[in-house]
């Protein structure tokens, strides 16, 4: 009896083992897999956070252009130059008043500035040749066409309404020269100076292409003209439409 319970007891001591080994096998794997998982879990935001710091870095370390910055850019500063259409409206002669709205035949402008820190300085001619319905005198010459030269200097203000449009308003002499059309002779120019004021508005299309209305008044200044009687050119008044290059600095 002795020697069967003995391999009875040697056999369960074994099933007892073997459950104990397989049983620390399995917690041992257990270990291993949640303590895999805790660890990623802890390294995921550690890795977000770097992540998140290269970038912001970077966004750091890379400066915003001016034009972000400030609202404005380089092209603000610069020369601009064009030709305009017109409509006009001349009063000569004492009582005559010429009006010519025909853009394309009535002449042409030209302008060329300098714009800096919302304020302009320019120099326009405009060239006019405009018909009156009847003839009429003006010191012993007679005619019913006419052609006037004005060269005109301009100060103008530039304060900004948005970020691309631009108002405007200044003052400027003209220099203007008038004739009958049709005469030859330079010396048939009559010389006069005039006070100017304009006013308008400016849009920057693109930063190269700026699109310019004008109104300017001029009115002659006897004390300054080499004319001797009543002026030719009492008074002029266009309307100019510039389609303008910008050439920025």
Same mark, same amino acid.
């Given at each position: 009896?002795?020697?069967?319970? %003995?391999? $009875? $007891?040697?056999?369960?001591?074994?099933? /007892?083992?073997?459950?104990?080994?397989?049983?620390? &096998? &399995?917690?041992?794997?257990?270990?291993?897999?949640?303590?895999?998982?805790?660890?990623?879990?802890?390294?995921l935001?550690?890795?977000?956070?770097?992540?998140?710091?290269?970038?912001?870095?970077a966004?750091?370390?890379?400066?915003?252009?001016d @034009?972000?910055?400030?609202?404005?850019?380089?092209?603000?500063?610069?020369?601009?130059?064009?030709?305009?259409?017109? +409509?006009?409206? &001349?009063?000569?002669?004492?009582?005559?008043?010429?009006?010519?709205?025909?853009?394309?035949a009535?002449?042409?402008?030209?302008n060329?500035? !300098?714009?800096?820190?919302?304020?302009?300085?320019?120099?326009?001619?405009?060239?006019?040749?405009?018909?009156?319905t009847?003839?009429?005198?003006?010191?012993?010459?007679?005619?019913? +066409?006419?052609?006037?030269?004005?060269?005109?200097?301009?100060?103008?203000? #530039?304060?900004?309404?948005?970020?691309d449009? !631009?108002?405007h308003?200044?003052?400027?002499?003209q220099?203007? +020269?008038?004739? @009958?059309?049709?005469?030859d002779?330079?010396d048939?120019?009559e010389?006069?100076?005039?006070?100017g004021?304009? /006013?308008?508005?400016? %849009?920057?299309? /693109?930063?190269?292409?700026?699109? #310019? %209305?004008?109104?300017?008044l001029?009115?002659?200044?006897?004390?300054?003209?080499?004319?001797?009687?009543?002026?030719?050119?009492?008074?002029?008044?266009?309307h100019?439409? #510039?389609?303008? %290059?910008?050439?920025?600095?």
């Amino acid at each position: 009896m002795e020697n069967n319970s %003995y391999p $009875s $007891s040697l056999k369960n001591l074994k099933k /007892t083992a073997i459950h104990q080994s397989v049983l620390f &096998l &399995l917690i041992l794997c257990c270990y291993i897999f949640f303590a895999g998982e805790i660890h990623a879990q802890e390294q995921l935001p550690l890795e977000q956070s770097e992540m998140e710091e290269r970038s912001l870095e970077a966004r750091t370390a890379t400066q915003e252009p001016d @034009f972000f910055i400030s609202g404005t850019s380089a092209q603000w500063i610069g020369f601009y130059f064009g030709v305009g259409f017109r +409509k006009v409206k &001349l009063q000569v002669a004492d009582t005559v008043s010429i009006t010519d709205s025909d853009g394309t035949a009535n002449g042409i402008g030209f302008n060329l500035g !300098y714009f800096w820190d919302e304020q302009v300085v320019e120099y326009e001619r405009q060239i006019s040749i405009v018909e009156h319905t009847e003839s009429f005198t003006y010191q012993a010459e007679s005619g019913e +066409k006419l052609e006037v030269i004005q060269n005109n200097f301009w100060y103008i203000q #530039y304060p900004k309404i948005n970020r691309d449009l !631009y108002w405007h308003y200044g003052t400027g002499l003209q220099f203007t +020269k008038t004739r @009958f059309a049709g005469t030859d002779s330079n010396d048939a120019y009559e010389d006069e100076i005039a006070l100017g004021i304009e /006013t308008g508005v400016s %849009y920057f299309v /693109t930063s190269n292409l700026l699109i #310019y %209305y004008r109104f300017a008044l001029g009115q002659q200044l006897p004390f300054l003209s080499d004319s001797v009687s009543n002026p030719f050119l009492e008074q002029s008044q266009l309307h100019t439409i #510039y389609l303008n %290059y910008f050439f920025p600095l």
